[in-house]
């Protein structure tokens, strides 16, 4: 064995801080470690500094963590150690992510790649640099959950049972775990994934993914070289992710999260255990405790064993997690003095064969030079060895020849498995291929239907999104016709333009109708003329059989003339004829021109008939525009009248939405101000205790310094001696006590300061939107300013009253000083006195508490009657508030109702208005028509007396119109 296999190493140790979380943002915490630049050191605090081998802040990268601090590991897992990468820390600091528990092959972010998947690469990486060595590895993974091993790379539902078994040889061995082979990355990589799936994960307060088991994924690496297959070197890397340290008031853990956390707690209590054995000097030699728990059972090896070990010690920088910080550093520090022995591993079997090989060949040398006797030694060595060196090719090229004589074999009887199963396939595809043949025919119907289905498909799609674009259009419309908000004051004089568009409307409306009618009247007045029309069309059938006769006695006098102008005898008889024909032919003129006469007046008498009736069409049309519009006018009316008791109803809401705001921004004042309060007496009372506890730490020291000066002068005075010493330390650790109290009442305040500090600008948001009008708004957010800017202030009175105070609670709970409290006792009687001295303390304590818990009985029953009358004066405030609003809401009623009355008053004043504007036309019209008939009469009357005497027509004017009569 060399040197550099008995040497001594301590385990290194790597400190690793992730950034503040935005859960601790939102908090308000802040950070409490510094980092020293260019060196392994962190300080907490102001003073309390912690030096490792490797420290990362929250800046640095996976890659520079793993090429760091684990890439050395590897180099020495290659050469033949074992090695063990150990992730610890409280839950929620980072331990998973750091060991890639989460990793998965999709991972496309090569920055969050953890410790494991990076080992894996490297080491295929390793393995093809390495062409002259055969590399076999395996994996295994399992989980400790609740102290039961389980096997993550089991897939079968009965699972065997794991034990732990200690080869004095081979260390540790799990007996039932399930350890596959692999022979790329992408296989190791799977079986990773495999585990990561099916490992125990929770939610608690402080994680959503919380890992709820201690997990080990372990490689083993078998090398042997290509020549000498004697030459063998096994190793092991331990790549471990342990669960949490946790606080049951920081989780908020319950039922079996409870039992979870009680377990890991209980593990990590056995490792810490088992570190402080190992790290401990003054412990050296002493009993290790690996076998209370089943993981430092596991880890026997990687702590104080044989290998190589790291511990990647993973801390929160959020001021709130202090305790649990400082305990993860103590806790990494008492590892780093931990010292382990790796040992080469080199298979023993294989270097006793080696050493047996080299004394045969010694004694054959020996043999050979004894028989000869002439031979040098060197020369028989050199055959003997050459003899061998053939034999064992021989032998290689043998087992080699036989090895490639079965894999052919098993080729050909795969091949010829292979050829019968492509014959059943062919004989499938030959019948499947008949089929086809005999489906052709169909193949085009099928392909038909297919397409009609799909044109049916596609046009029922269209007429969908159609549908669909015709409501999207409507939508827009009703929105750009509603969508907009209208101010009351804007609406009401739109609704007063259009109603008094309207009435104008309906008002010249009226007035046409009116004048229509009339107008109609007049036309169907000359209905009693129909027996004159039917005496004129008498008149004109007389008129033309008279045209008719005295044509024709016209015709017979022109051919009584032409006879006679050849009678010269006859021409007195043809000059009297020539006389009447001349007659005849005036009074045919005559009454063509009557005739004509006739015939207008009987075109004027139609024209009139249709006029009537396109009139009246035009009136019944005009009574439903007027019907139309009277209802238009109603139903504006009413939607105005609905619109306007909506809208004061909505401004009723919004007055009694200002009023409650009025009354939340006062009962938001009072809470301020009572929270200020709060505030300021926690203030004081942290400032209390803070110099308490500055005293106490103080009076210690002094206190040590007389003890030191009374134990030099002698055994005189121990009773007030070790009274004064101990109610010292237990005002020492009161005050402690009291100060991580008020420590963390303070990281309540700062939380509850910094959700104060958010709210108001939300609520501004929403007041802003739903109130916008309402006056006022800029004095609101003017105050919200105010007061978030001293919540600001006041937050940073806090971050600064917890940095003291934590500093303080270091200081006071120094680990060497908490080891040193009971040296000072060293004797029976000293031990006595202090039970004494304590057990006084105890009864006077119980008293003093059993006082106060009267009081508080009495204070609590004190409240629970002013809680009582409270309740009544808001049930009496409550009834009051529902009388209010039923007599607000009857007012408004009775104010819609008068506005109800108002509006149906000026909707008849105005049809009053119309009816007298109406009955004037009518009036007027009704004049006209009376004169026109007076005149009518009168005309017709003297056109009877004329006609008695002969036929004529009687034409006369009325009122700029010309009026025809004829009478017989």
């Known amino acids: 064995m060399t040197k550099e296999d008995e040497k001594v190493i301590p385990v290194r140790v790597a400190l690793r801080c992730r950034p503040l979380v935005p859960k601790e943002i939102n908090e308000g915490c802040q950070c409490c470690l510094t980092f020293v630049p260019s060196e392994p050191q962190v300080i907490v605090g102001n003073d309390k500094a912690f030096t490792y081998d490797y420290v990362f802040d929250p800046t640095i990268e996976q890659e520079e963590v793993f090429n760091t601090a684990v890439s050395p590991l ?29 990793y998965t092959s999709e991972q496309e972010n090569e920055s969050t790649v953890g410790v494991i998947p990076r080992v894996i690469r490297r080491i295929f990486q390793e393995k093809s640099k390495c062409a002259d060595c055969e590399f076999l590895l395996a994996v295994s993974y399992l989980e400790i959950y609740n102290e039961e091993i389980l096997d993550l790379l089991c897939t079968s539902k009965d699972k065997p049972i794991i034990s732990i078994r200690e080869d004095p040889k081979d260390g540790i061995k799990i007996v039932g775990l399930t350890e596959k082979e692999v022979f790329t990355a992408h296989e190791m990589v799977g079986c990773l994934e495999l585990g990561n799936s099916a490992r125990t994960v929770g939610s ?53 999260r409870l039992k979870e956390g009680i377990s890991i707690n209980r593990g990590l209590l056995s490792l810490g255990n088992v570190i402080s054995a190992l790290g401990d000097e003054s412990k050296k030699g002493t009993f290790v405790p690996y076998r209370d728990s089943k993981l430092t059972r596991l880890l026997q090896d990687s702590l104080g064993g044989n290998s190589h070990t790291l511990m990647i010690a993973c801390v929160s920088p959020a001021d709130s997690n202090i305790e649990e910080t400082i305990n993860t550093l103590r806790y990494a520090d008492r590892a780093r003095k931990i010292k382990n022995k790796p040992i080469l591993n080199v298979d023993p079997r294989a270097v006793e064969m080696k050493r047996l090989k080299q004394k045969v060949q010694e004694l054959q040398v020996m043999l050979l030079h004894a028989r000869g006797g002439v031979a040098p030694v060197s020369e028989p060595a050199e055959n003997v060895s050459n003899i061998l060196e053939q034999n064992r090719c021989l ?162 006098l022109i051919q009584a003339l032409q006879s006679a102008k050849k009678d010269t005898n006859q021409a007195k ?249 009971w040296d000072s006792i060293t004797t029976i009687v000293e031990a006595k006195s202090a039970l004494k001295i304590l057990m006084a303390e105890v009864v006077a304590s119980k008293a003093a508490n059993a006082k106060l818990e009267s009081e508080l009985k009495q204070e609590k029953a004190n409240v629970l009657d002013m809680q009582k009358i409270l309740c009544d004066e808001r049930k009496l405030m409550s009834a009051m508030d529902m009388e209010h609003q039923s007599q607000l809401v009857e007012m408004e009623q009775r104010h819609q109702e008068k506005l109800t009355n108002l509006l149906n008053f000026s909707n008849k004043i105005s049809r009053a208005v119309v009816l007298r504007s109406r009955t004037r036309d009518i009036f007027l019209s009704f004049w006209t028509c009376w004169c026109l008939h007076s005149d009518l009469v009168i005309g017709l009357a003297k056109c009877s007396d004329r006609s008695r005497l002969s036929p004529e027509i009687c034409i006369f004017p009325l009122q700029n119109k010309t009026i025809f009569a004829c009478h017989a």
């Open 573 to 821: 008889l043809s000059e009297q004829r020539r006389k009447r024909l001349q007659e005849l032919e005036g009074q045919i003129t005559e009454l063509k021109k009557k005739l004509q006469d006739q015939s207008k007046l009987l075109k004027l008498k139609e024209s009139s008939v249709r006029n009537v009736a396109k009139l009246n069409q035009e009136i019944q049309a005009m009574k439903s525009q007027r019907v139309q519009l009277m209802r238009q006018m109603k139903e504006d009316s009413e939607k105005f009248r609905l619109w306007k008791q909506k809208k004061d109803k909505e401004v009723l809401q919004l007055k009694e939405k200002d009023r409650k705001r009025q009354y939340e921004m006062l009962k938001l004042e009072r809470d301020f101000q009572k929270q200020a309060s709060v505030l300021r007496r926690k203030t004081e009372e942290a400032a209390a205790a803070n110099k308490r506890l500055k005293d106490a730490l103080q009076k210690r020291s002094e206190v040590a310094e007389k003890r030191k000066e009374v134990q030099n002068r002698g055994t005189e005075g121990v009773s007030s001696r070790i009274k004064n010493w101990l109610l010292n330390e237990v005002e020492v650790l009161v005050s402690t006590e009291e100060a991580r109290r008020h420590l963390q009442d303070l990281l309540e305040d700062r939380k509850m300061l910094m959700e104060a500090g958010e709210r108001p600008v939300a609520k501004v948001r929403r007041r802003t939107l739903t109130i916008s009008e309402l006056e006022g708004q800029g004095e609101l957010e003017a105050s919200i300013s105010k007061q978030v800017e001293s919540l600001e202030t006041e937050m940073g009175l806090r971050s600064a009253q917890i940095a003291d105070l934590q500093q303080k609670v270091l200081d006071a709970d120094n680990e060497g000083r908490i080891k040193q409290r």
């Open 204 to 256: 608690t307060a402080m994680n959503a993914a919380s890992s709820r088991s201690h997990a080990i994924f372990t490689i083993s690496l078998e090398q042997r070289r290509k020549g000498d297959k004697g030459d063998v070197m096994v190793s092991k890397l331990h790549l471990v992710d342990l669960a949490g340290s946790e606080r049951q008031k920081k989780t908020k853990a319950e039922g079996d």
């Open 395 to 556: 032998q290689d090229e043998n087992s080699k020849l036989s090895r490639e004589l079965s894999e052919a074999v098993g080729q050909t009887a795969l091949m010829f498995e292979r050829i019968i199963m492509m014959e059943q396939t062919n004989e499938k595809l030959q019948s499947k291929l008949e089929e086809l043949r005999q489906h052709a025919a169909c193949k085009v119907d099928l392909q038909k239907m297919v397409e009609t289905l799909e044109d049916q498909e596609l046009r029922e799609n269209m007429e969908v999104i159609q549908s669909l674009q015709q409501l999207i259009l409507e939508l827009q419309v009703i929105e750009l016709r509603f969508g907009g908000e209208y101010y009351p004051e804007a609406y009401t004089a739109q609704h007063a333009l259009r109603q008094a568009q309207m009435s104008k409307e309906l008002i010249e409306l009226n007035k046409v109708l009116a004048i229509k009618e009339a107008f109609v009247k007049m036309c169907q007045n000359d209905s009693h003329l129909e027996p004159m029309q039917t005496e004129y069309q008498e008149n004109i059938q007389s008129l033309q059989a008279s045209v008719g006769s005295l044509q024709k006695e016209k015709e017979d």
């Open 74 to 102: 590897l180099s020495g897992l290659i050469r033949g150690y074992n090695a063990t990468v150990l992730a610890y820390g409280q839950t929620g600091s980072g331990k998973t992510f750091s060991m890639g528990g989460t």
